[in-house]
């Protein structure tokens, strides 16, 4: 199997105080689907930053489609962060761009023809429920259409990592189900995905997926079908 993610003992620590992130020790195979679960402030976000190569680490070895991103010349990390989809906690939209704009936005960068990207973006919008909301700029739009556009824009290109971060907290029940099968479908086209979340439930639609558990910068693994058993919701729902 191949690791798209490998971190080997790895820490991170903010100015001069405790470590945040210790010891972490994971692979992520090529093709997985993984929950980070925690509970607020153990590092979800820390970990996710040092994976989408925002941040790098204070100690240990990264690597991320089999090379060592830790003593990278940052000039090559844009390369390799095209290669990521990513879902920020706080969207980052492009605020003067359309809903359509900001989702096209990984195929024009990518050169895909714009007949190829009218038929996409529409399809992908509609998936979201965003079809009437196209034409629409993110400050017009809810938390929760931000959230939507910004899940759209991180999956249109077919990233070969996704990583998101509480990407269904602005969103209903049944939207949070319906973007987790958007994950899942991905997930099956060969994209390994990574997808923080407090949420069990959510957890449980992915019944394939393996959960990484932080406690307080330290990672416990767990397995998401313990979890998925045990809902009653989740069992109607399902
Ligand atoms: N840039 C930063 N500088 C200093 N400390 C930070 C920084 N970013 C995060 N921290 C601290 O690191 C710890 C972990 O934060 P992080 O955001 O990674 O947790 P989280 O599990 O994602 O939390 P939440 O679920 O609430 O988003 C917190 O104590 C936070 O205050």
């Known amino acids: 199997m191949v690791s798209v993610v490998r971190f080997e003992n790895v820490g991170l620590r903010y100015g001069t105080g405790a470590e945040t992130l210790r010891d972490l020790n994971f692979a992520l195979e090529e093709g997985s689907f993984h929950f ?12 996710l930053r040092l994976l989408y190569l925002a941040q790098r680490p204070s100690r240990g070895f990264i690597s991320l489609f089999g090379e060592d991103v830790v003593t990278m010349a940052r000039s090559r990390l844009p390369a390799l962060r095209r290669r990521i989809g990513v879902v920020f906690q706080d969207f980052r939209l ?16 990518a050169g895909v023809g714009e007949t190829e990207i009218n038929d996409h ?17 993110p400050a017009t739009l809810s938390g929760g259409e931000q959230q939507r556009v910004a899940i759209a824009r991180a999956v249109i290109g077919r990233p070969e990592l996704l990583v998101a ?5 602005n969103v209903d029940q049944d939207m949070a189900f319906r973007l987790m099968h958007l994950f899942d479908e991905l997930n099956r086209l060969g994209t390994t995905v990574l997808v923080a979340t407090h949420d069990p439930l959510l957890m449980s639609r992915v019944p394939s997926a393996r959960t990484m558990r932080l406690e307080r910068g330290r990672l416990i693994n767990g397995d998401t079908r313990d979890i998925a058993a045990q809902p009653p919701v989740a069992r109607t729902a399902s």
């Open 36 to 47: 980070l679960s925690g509970s607020s402030g153990a590092g979800k976000t820390s970990l």
């Open 165 to 169: 971060d509480e990407p269904t907290g």
């Open 94 to 109: 492009v605020s003067h761009l359309s809903a359509f704009d900001n989702v096209a936005l990984p195929l024009r960068i």
């Open 121 to 137: 973006v529409t399809e992908l919008l509609e998936w979201v429920g965003l079809a009437g909301r196209s034409a629409a700029r």
